[in-house]
């Protein structure tokens, strides 16, 4: 392979289980804290460079939080941090993030709102039309039942740069793919969205999941986006519900290895590169 490999997502916590409250009793993997130390082993073993830390709380305390860190700790390739698009004073808060060059972009957890198509209200798209002006792009946590108006909001903004996070969350467990593969379909054309290969094995059964489980999911994501608009993401520690960060990598690393390696090293780095403009 001819690029570093980058975890293009991944995430640290100080685990306070009033503010994580999305880390429910049945994760107790999850409730401790998460931090750089706790992966930089496991990321020398699998010969990752580094990594794209993502926002876990919906706050600007938490884009304090990952800045602090990534001075400390040199894998930190870029963040990816929360902002109110929605706020009347979000084009200062643009201006004062811009001077971290680490910060590459923001997401909100679009994922759990009630409004399903809160992404098309008039605020949020304001929002989305400022980010570009300062160089950030946008991460897509949704749901599949949101395809259809992230379709629409990729469209408004087709200079905007975005990523749908985790294949917007098939239901693999369930084997459920044709309504979620129509509206993925609809991104073929769309240049300026990517689709990160990642959080795939949280969708899946936890215990008892096989390799073939993915395979519709992937083959789907590689005809709509082509190799050059994916990238690598273990979405460690959410992952470890489903095993060690080497069992998601194998995953990947079986279904890629017919790829050429021109495709291996965009997938697994150059593609990450390219999207959040690392140095």
């Not at 409730?31 to 600007?60: C, F, H, M, T």
């Not at 198509?117 to 039309?129: K, V």
Request: proline share 4%.
């Amino acid at each position: 392979m001819h690029s570093p490999i980058i975890d293009s997502h991944q995430h640290f916590w100080k685990f306070d289980p009033k503010r994580d409250s999305w880390i429910t009793e049945d994760m107790q993997i999850l409730r401790k804290d998460y931090l750089p130390v706790d992966i930089e082993e496991v990321y020398n073993k699998n010969k990752i460079k580094g990594s794209i830390v993502i926002q876990a709380d919906s706050s600007e305390t938490e884009n304090i939080f990952l800045l602090q860190l990534a001075d400390k700790y040199p894998f930190i390739l870029g963040i990816v941090g929360w902002i109110d698009l929605t706020s009347e004073n979000l084009e200062e808060r643009l201006n004062f993030y811009r001077q971290f060059p680490i910060l590459k972009g923001f997401r909100h957890l679009l994922q759990g709102e009630k409004q399903r198509d809160s992404m098309l209200n008039a605020g949020f798209q304001n929002g989305i039309g400022l980010l570009g002006k300062y160089g950030f792009s946008y991460d897509l946590l949704i749901l599949p039942d949101q395809l259809g108006f992230t379709e629409k909001l990729a469209a408004a903004f087709p200079e905007q740069r975005f990523v749908i996070d985790h294949l917007a969350k098939p239901e693999i467990k369930n084997g459920i793919i044709a309504e979620w593969r129509k509206g993925i379909e609809k991104f073929a054309s769309f240049d300026n969205v990517y689709c990160k290969i990642s959080g795939m094995v949280t969708e899946a059964d936890l215990e008892f999941w096989e390799l073939e489980d993915f395979h519709p999911y992937l083959d789907t994501v590689l005809e709509v986006f082509g190799p050059k608009r994916i990238m690598f993401g273990s979405d460690w520690p959410v992952c470890l519900q489903a095993g060690t960060f080497e069992d998601m990598k194998g995953i990947i690393d079986e279904y890629f290895k017919s790829f050429t390696l021109d495709e291996q090293a965009d997938f697994f780095g150059n593609n990450a590169i390219d999207f959040y403009k690392l140095n």
